[in-house]
Structure formats: structure tokens, C-alpha cells
């Protein structure tokens, strides 16, 4: 990096307490990233990469197996409810209706988790 004149450096990291200061180091002491001269220091902001924020990939992965474990017991609840009602339906009993019920709200409830619900039930 160039030499500069003390204090014609800065730090540009914008979520930085200490941007724009004026520093003599080569990396900001807050931060630890490099800092630039003042006069580059706004072309540096816009080439910076988004910042991505710290430890929420875990609890996405997290979310993703609830899902996938709890809305999946469901759709099977949903297809055991199906066929059930109609091989009941088809031998003439009419609590194959409560069944196709029961597999409607399953199936409807196995939808509302696989899309992000918040509340989970699980029974065995």
C-alpha cells in the first residue's frame, strides 16, 4: 500500500464504528480490514462484497429437517388417511367420510409445514 501522510488513511468498511477516521495503520483496528487512502476510500465502499450475517446458516439447515421430518409424517398421515377412507367408502361403511376429514386437514396442515409454519405437532 502507499505511503501516506499520518492520518490520510481510513477505514472503509461501512458497519465499522471507526469508518472514515483518520488512521495510520494498514488495517482498521476495530474491524480488521484494510484501509484505504481518504481520497479512494468511497470507490473501495461500493467494491466491498455484502455483508452476510454470522451464525444464521445453522439454523436454516435446522429449519429445513424440521420440516422435512414433521411435514413428512403428515403426508404420510395424509395417504394412509386416503387410501383408508376409500377402501371404507368401497365396503360401504360411512366412516370413510370422517377418514377423507381427517386426511384433508392432515394433508392441508403437512402443506402449511413444508411452506415454513411456525407450530409443529407431532404425535407417535
Same mark, same amino acid.
Do not use: H
Given at each position: 500500500?502507499?505511503?501516506?501522510a499520518?492520518?490520510?488513511?481510513?477505514?472503509?468498511?461501512?458497519?465499522?464504528?471507526v469508518?472514515?477516521?483518520?488512521?495510520t495503520?494498514?488495517?482498521?483496528?476495530?474491524?480488521?480490514?484494510?484501509?484505504? $487512502? *481518504?481520497?479512494?476510500?468511497?470507490?473501495?465502499v461500493?467494491? %466491498?462484497p455484502?455483508?452476510r450475517? &454470522? #451464525?444464521?446458516?445453522?439454523?436454516?439447515?435446522?429449519?429445513?429437517?424440521?420440516?422435512?421430518?414433521?411435514g413428512?409424517?403428515?403426508?404420510v398421515?395424509t395417504?394412509?388417511?386416503?387410501?383408508?377412507g376409500?377402501a371404507? $367408502? *368401497?365396503?360401504?361403511?360411512?366412516?370413510?367420510?370422517?377418514? %377423507?376429514?381427517?386426511?384433508?386437514? &392432515? #394433508?392441508l396442515?403437512s402443506?402449511?409445514?413444508?411452506?415454513?409454519?411456525?407450530?409443529r405437532?407431532?404425535?407417535?
Amino acid at each position: 500500500m502507499a505511503q501516506a501522510a499520518p492520518g490520510g488513511l481510513v477505514c472503509v468498511n461501512p458497519r465499522c464504528g471507526v469508518a472514515g477516521l483518520p488512521t495510520t495503520r494498514d488495517a482498521c483496528v476495530s474491524c480488521k480490514q484494510p484501509t484505504r $487512502l *481518504a481520497g479512494e476510500a468511497y470507490a473501495a465502499v461500493a467494491a %466491498l462484497p455484502p455483508p452476510r450475517p &454470522a #451464525g444464521d446458516g445453522g439454523q436454516k439447515v435446522m429449519d429445513m429437517i424440521s420440516r422435512v421430518i414433521f411435514g413428512g409424517f403428515w403426508a404420510v398421515v395424509t395417504v394412509i388417511a386416503v387410501v383408508g377412507g376409500i377402501a371404507l $367408502l *368401497a365396503n360401504g361403511m360411512v366412516g370413510g367420510l370422517l377418514l %377423507l376429514v381427517i386426511a384433508v386437514l &392432515a #394433508g392441508l396442515y403437512s402443506r402449511y409445514v413444508f411452506r415454513g409454519g411456525r407450530f409443529r405437532l407431532l404425535f407417535w
